[in-house]
């Protein structure tokens, strides 16, 4: 079941060190756009054939990510769970400026089957129980330099964390205001969105944050190269026009 290729372009092995990993968006929404309701209630917005696919896309990428909103309100294991599992779990990556994620956590309390990694201010220490816990598992904290003029980590000196670390994809998982991050800095390369057919209106969550266009003309485009249904719900894909630009 595809609307696309599942495979993330990976990036030749002599180039990985230096060139920035591919950035996939992932959305899970209505069909008004929303990733949850107004109290923040996101379970589950698509159905199970679209939660599927989800975990294979996991599956394709070396590292998933979302920002400490999303990982603070919804607890989220992020790895793939797929029979048979995969031979290699994802790295699991969190914007999380000032550390705010705790160790009783289910990222933290599964850090021993797929690594945590923490973006993070690099004046922010972690705190004992978090480096206790760490010690059970994979946990890596990454100080990454703050976006100048903008919210949290800066996204460019993150990518090339991990390019330096031999991480070749990222899957984003949300929430809203990374997303929105994200697509402001032009650094997502194609966007995987699973729409079911709900509306939640504008009291919802918006999937994507503030994008500040203030014309048409530089609103982040994208092409459609796929669709199909995925039980009720749509599936598309979307590759950034000016890919390789
Ligand atoms: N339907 C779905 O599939 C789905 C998927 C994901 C999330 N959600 C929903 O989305 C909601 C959370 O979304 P959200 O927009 O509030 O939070 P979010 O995007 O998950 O996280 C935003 C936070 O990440 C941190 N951050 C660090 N660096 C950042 C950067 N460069 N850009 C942006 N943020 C950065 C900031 O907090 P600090 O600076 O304090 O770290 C920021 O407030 C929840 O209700 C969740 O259920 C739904």
Redesign the pocket.
Known sequence: MTPADNDSPRDAPEDRRTAPPHVTLK???SMDGR??TAS?E?RW?TGEAARLEVHRLRASHDAVL??????L??DPELTVRLDPPPARQPARIV????L?LQAASRLFRTADAARLIL?HDPSCAPRFAEASAAAEGDVVWWPTPL?RG??????RALLALCAQLGIGSVMV?????????FLRAGLVDRIEWFRAPILLGAEG?PAI?DLQVAALADAPGFTRTAECRIGADLWETYMRLNAGA
């Open positions: 959305l899970a929404t990733i949850a923040g996101s917005i979302v920002g400490s909103g999303t990982a309100a919804d914007l999380d400026t000032r705010r973006a976006a903008g919210r949290g980590v800066d996204l998982e949300g929430g809203g205001e990374v997303a929105a991050s969550r944050g």
